[in-house]
Nanobody, 121 residues
Framework: VQLQASGGGLVQAGGSLRLSCTAS????????MAWFRQGPGKERVFVAA???????RYVDSVKGRFSVSRDNAKNTVYLQMNSLKPEDTAVYYC????????????????WGQGTQVTVSS
């Protein structure tokens, strides 16, 4: 599976962005998909994930603001980010694995190239 992330950009605090991650391969619908982020000088950390059957998980800091979804017909997973804060500034990565969701980036086999999200105050 190859992943291509897009949708990042510069936005003011309180604004919204939607990230997309498109996968190649016919088995996308069976994969657990996740979003991670890596701020300047920081480790890559878990943000959100969605299972093959649409069970979702979020880190506490984004609950109520971010929403992860998937469209298997388009081989795409989305991260809708609302009420953005300067602390959300990071490079966002999508990742995929099986057989179940984890929060540890070391567990993921497939990675997109990352897309920069910058939130100005």
């Amino acid at each position: 599976v190859q992943l291509q992330a897009s949708g990042g950009g510069l936005v003011q605090a309180g604004g919204s962005l939607r990230l997309s991650c498109t996968a190649s391969g016919r088995t996308f619908s069976t994969y657990q998909m996740a979003w991670f982020r890596q701020g300047p000088g920081k480790e890559r950390v878990f943000v959100a994930a969605i299972s093959w059957n649409n069970i979702t998980r979020y880190v506490d800091s984004v609950k109520g603001r971010f929403s992860v979804s998937r469209d298997n017909a388009k081989n795409t997973v989305y991260l809708q980010m609302n009420s953005l804060k300067p602390e959300d500034t990071a490079v966002y990565y999508c990742a995929g694995r099986n057989p179940f969701i984890t929060n540890d980036p070391n567990d993921y086999n497939y990675w997109g190239q990352g897309t920069q999200v910058t939130v100005s105050s």
